[in-house]
């Protein structure tokens, strides 16, 4: 048992220097402490269901590592790497690869994972796209991506297949239609559903207040 804490907490360690290094230089909200955050979020969602708590660590900790918003790489490579690199099996290797496939928002083409491991760091990752964190990140995002904040008169563009969710040019208050506020109903497990729900609350308040002021 002490073997397997060690070797948990050697890979967590490990692979937590190499993503640091990999994201020092994102203002898109994709940086380390994104994926520290979604690791928190995981490593407690695990705690409550029956899963693989190493296969959730390793897949939280990678899973933007080759997000194609933020890098060129094909088939996973630095994922890849990373876990080759920290000396990780092979079948460990694949389970992780899946659920990085597995865990994006992709507008109508957004897919449920098929196992609890992938279905926990989805949420994990969801988790942190709203609330007081989400929001921050969506203006990071929308600044580092040349979006406006708001333009009254551009509206949301609902129900989204994958190639227009990836090229289509909105502003951020939009994308709070378009992806952030559907997510409380997207959540698979009831941990992350009590959490999303305090966090969707908070994005609510913050866009009444935002137009009000506006
Ligand atoms: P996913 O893989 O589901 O896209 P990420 O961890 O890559 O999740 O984070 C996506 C985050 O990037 C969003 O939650 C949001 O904060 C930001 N983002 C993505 N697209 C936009 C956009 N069009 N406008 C503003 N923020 C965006
Ligand atoms: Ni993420």
Same mark, same amino acid.
């Given at each position: ?11 967590? +360690? #490990? *692979?937590?220097? &190499? ?7 994102d203002c898109s909200g994709h940086?380390?402490? !994104?994926?520290?955050? /979604? ?5 407690? @969602? ?8 190493? $296969?959730? #660590?390793?897949?939280?900790?990678? !899973?933007?590592?080759?997000?194609v918003k933020i890098? &060129?790489? =094909?088939? +996973?490579? !630095?994922?890849?790497? *990373? #876990? ?7 079948? =460990?290797?694949?389970? /992780?690869? =899946? $659920?990085?496939?597995? @865990?994006?928002f $992709?507008g =109508? ?11 926990? /760091? ?7 796209a709203?609330?007081? @964190?989400g929001i921050a990140r969506a203006f990071a995002y929308g600044g580092n991506h040349n979006r406006a904040i708001y333009i009254p008169d551009c509206k949301p563009h609902?129900?989204m297949?994958?190639?227009e969710y990836r090229t289509h040019e909105g502003t951020t208050i939009n994308h709070f239609y378009e992806k952030l506020l559907?997510?409380?109903? #997207?959540?698979?497990?009831? +941990?992350? &559903? ?9 994005m609510?308040?913050f866009l &009444?207040?935002f +137009?009000?002021?506006w």
């Open positions: 048992m002490n073997h397997l804490k060690n070797q948990y907490e050697q890979t967590r +360690y #490990m *692979l937590g220097q &190499k993503i640091k290094e990999l994201f020092a230089k940086d380390y402490w !994104h994926s520290l955050r /979604v690791l928190n979020n995981a490593e407690k @969602i695990a705690k409550t269901e029956n899963c693989d708590e190493y $296969i959730v #660590m390793v897949a939280a900790l990678l !899973h933007d590592t080759d997000d890098f &060129k790489t =094909t088939d +996973y490579e !630095h994922a890849r790497r *990373l #876990m080759s690199d920290c000396c990780l099996t092979k079948d =460990t290797i694949d389970r /992780v690869i =899946t $659920i990085i496939r597995e @865990i994006s $992709i =109508t083409e957004t897919v449920c994972p098929a196992s609890i491991e992938g279905k926990i /760091v989805q949420d994990a990752d969801r988790l942190d709203m609330g007081a @964190i609902l129900n297949n994958e190639a559907l997510l409380k109903d #997207m959540m698979n497990t009831d +941990y992350a &559903k009590a959490m999303a729900k305090k966090r969707d609350k908070f609510r308040d &009444k207040e +137009y009000d002021e």
